[in-house]
């Protein structure tokens, strides 16, 4: 288990398993890999720290959710025929939902300590923390990753956010699958968080968080062509779009180009799912501009996430936690 490639998962694993290690301290700490099946960080990380750990007592009981690997043996985040597996928690009835739900009244039953959701992003991004509530202990588990923390309340169905509701919990993003510093970045922090008696519930300060809040997400419109660079697609967004990620972008921004005869532009929604299009994107001669400054997070170019997820996060900075 500890050396099995995540696209190898399925032969040992029917479906979505959850693995309770025991350890010195009973609360166990929950973890989480492949919640979506080509973020495979999560799986080597917990891999990585397990093998670190051979021969010895864990300092406190270890809960380990595999998660999608189904879709893990195809390298996709979902398959065509499956739900997103991070949006199934505490809500609907689907069997998957019904097995997200089993698995949080067991983690409830057993006094979960903390909960790490690891994802990847499939565009550039830094390391980030994300979070659901705008809370102490929240920020203080989140600051143990890294400094730059997202808060958001939708989408709703989340493996963080349903865990929110019994213990501190943190979604950490690390950077594309697979690489070095990812794999090596979230096992130290299962290694960190492994070792605390306890989550601080005292005030981070402010030069220690740098808080962001998601205030739309932006879709590509259904029926429309779309791609990078080029001209052939009613949108065609710039080639270089991910790298725009995380920077404060001012007013005017180019995301790219529509075609001639075409008025299409991205979709943007904000957390009550009301439209918001015009309010952060304007058509100006054949370009797609921003109408006031933005952060995104989360852009990608890879088509098939576009479509099953987003094209990208819109966020403001928030003063202090």
């Known amino acids: 288990m500890l050396d099995i490639a995540p696209d190898q998962l399925d032969k040992i694993l029917s479906g979505p398993t959850l693995i309770h290690l025991p350890g010195r301290k009973a609360s166990p700490l929950f973890v989480s890999a492949l919640v979506h099946g080509n973020e495979v960080t999560g799986l080597m990380a917990i891999q990585s720290y397990l093998k670190k750990c051979a021969g010895k007592t864990l300092p406190r009981a270890l809960s380990v959710f595999i998660g999608n690997v189904k879709a893990?043996?195809?390298g996709k985040r979902m398959l065509a025929d499956q739900p997103d597996f991070n949006r199934i928690w505490g809500v609907g009835d689907t069997p998957e939902s019904l097995m997200a739900r089993e698995a949080l009244e067991q983690m409830k039953r057993r006094d979960v300590f903390a909960c790490i959701d690891i994802h990847n992003n499939t565009g550039l991004n830094p390391h980030y923390a994300s979070v659901t509530k705008k809370n102490d202990r929240f920020f203080q588990l989140a600051t143990i990753f890294s400094r730059m923390?997202?808060?958001?309340?939708?989408?709703?169905?989340?493996l963080a956010g349903a865990f929110s509701r019994l213990c501190p919990s943190v979604t950490v993003e690390c950077g594309l699958p697979g690489t070095d510093y990812g794999v090596t970045h979230a096992s130290e922090f299962i290694k960190g968080v492994m070792r605390l008696d306890h989550i601080s519930s005292q005030q981070v300060h402010d030069h220690d968080l740098e808080l962001y809040r998601t205030v739309a997400i932006v879709k590509t419109?259904?029926?429309v062509s779309y791609g990078f660079g080029g001209e052939e697609n009613v949108i065609n967004y710039r080639d270089d779009l991910d790298r725009l990620n995380f920077r404060e972008l001012p007013p005017g921004t180019s995301f790219g180009k529509?075609?001639?005869?075409?008025?299409?532009?991205?979709e943007a929604w904000d957390e009550n799912w009301t439209e918001v299009t015009h309010k952060y994107f304007a058509l100006v001669k054949g370009?797609?501009?921003?109408?006031?400054?933005?952060?995104?997070?989360?852009?990608?170019k890879k088509i098939d996430i576009i479509r099953q997820d987003c094209l990208c996060y819109f966020m403001e900075r928030v003063n202090g936690g």
């Open 72 to 74: 893990a043996k195809h």
């Open 149 to 158: 923390v997202v808060y958001y309340i939708k989408p709703e169905g989340t």
């Open 221 to 223: 419109p259904s029926g």
């Open 258 to 266: 529509v075609k001639a005869g075409f008025d299409s532009l991205p």
């Open 287 to 300: 370009e797609i501009a921003l109408t006031q400054p933005v952060m995104p997070s989360m852009l990608t």
